[in-house]
């Protein structure tokens, strides 16, 4: 009797603990908050209560999910404000985690790419508008929640918020995640979603991509060789969206992928699941 309640006994315990390792691996599978500069918080509240952020309303799923993105010099002191019905708020304080950035020197870039020259502004402002509009949409989609899948295969050979010096003159921070590989590798969409630009040849960033994974966020990828989607195309995760190129302000073949909510650039290294 009491032999047979102990191998019981032992049986549960190893069902309970295989039913735990298997709750953590699902609960793996979600994105979760990255308080850091750079990354983002995911809350959840009421479905009915509003989310203010910034003077702004930030949007709210049917399950009470929201995200915020940070930007690479975002304050350590973050607060949003939960509001619920009959006028009741409460605000609700974040703490940052401070980075440090590296400083990334980049020789041998095209002279036009470093100084453009007079006649390409209108040009620039024109790509800079179209990526705006891209990137202003708030969608009631949810795909970003999943995590996003490495788009590309190959050695990472740029991170996010390098502080960059071309040909010695100092530059605009690096907000992407660069992937180098040959010309032709494919480009995986990192998490389903609308695109909302494909453009075969901006100016800095020559072949470009973007789409929309709701709520704001969406991915940026660039200097792209080849796209195979279309403006206002649903794409499905993991779909093969586009091919690896060197087109537009590069040194060498690579993807430069790039994840911003609205017109907050975040690191996509941090919304990485793999
Ligand atoms: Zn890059």
Redesign the pocket.
Same mark, same amino acid.
């Given at each position: 009797m009491v032999y047979k309640y102990n191998l019981g006994n032992k049986a549960f315990f190893l069902f309970v603990s295989l039913l735990l390792i298997f709750s953590l691996q699902l609960q793996a599978k979600t994105l979760q908050s990255r308080l850091i500069q750079g990354g983002f918080h995911i809350g959840k509240v009421q479905p009915h209560e509003d989310i203010i952020y910034k003077g702004q309303s930030v949007r709210v799923d049917e399950t009470g999910r929201f995200i915020i993105g940070f930007g690479r010099d975002a304050s350590l002191k973050q607060s949003y404000i939960v509001r619920s019905g009959l006028g009741q708020q409460r605000q609700v304080d974040l703490k940052l985690e401070k980075r440090d950035y590296k400083v990334q020197r980049i020789k041998g870039v095209a002279r036009k790419y470093v100084t453009p020259p007079e006649r390409v502004l209108k040009r620039i402002r024109n790509d800079n508008r179209q990526v705006k509009e891209a990137r202003k949409y708030d969608t009631e989609y949810g795909f970003f929640f999943k995590g996003f899948l490495r788009p590309a295969e190959g050695p990472v050979s740029?991170v996010y918020g390098s502080q960059r010096y071309f040909n010695g003159k100092p530059r605009r921070p =690096?907000f992407?995640l660069?992937i180098a590989g040959p010309v032709g590798a494919g480009i995986l969409a990192p998490a389903a979603g609308v695109v909302r630009l494909a453009e075969s040849d901006m100016y800095y960033s020559g072949g470009t991509l973007i789409i929309d994974h709701g709520a704001g966020i969406s991915s940026s990828f660039?200097h792209l060789s080849k796209l195979n989607v279309k403006a206002g195309q649903k794409v499905k995760r993991g779909e093969v969206v586009a091919e690896m190129g060197a087109t537009g302000r590069v040194t060498g073949p =690579?993807l430069?992928w790039r994840i911003n909510w609205f017109d907050v650039r975040m690191d996509p290294a941090l919304m990485l699941i793999e």
């Open positions: 740029g =690096h992407g660069d660039l =690579h430069d």
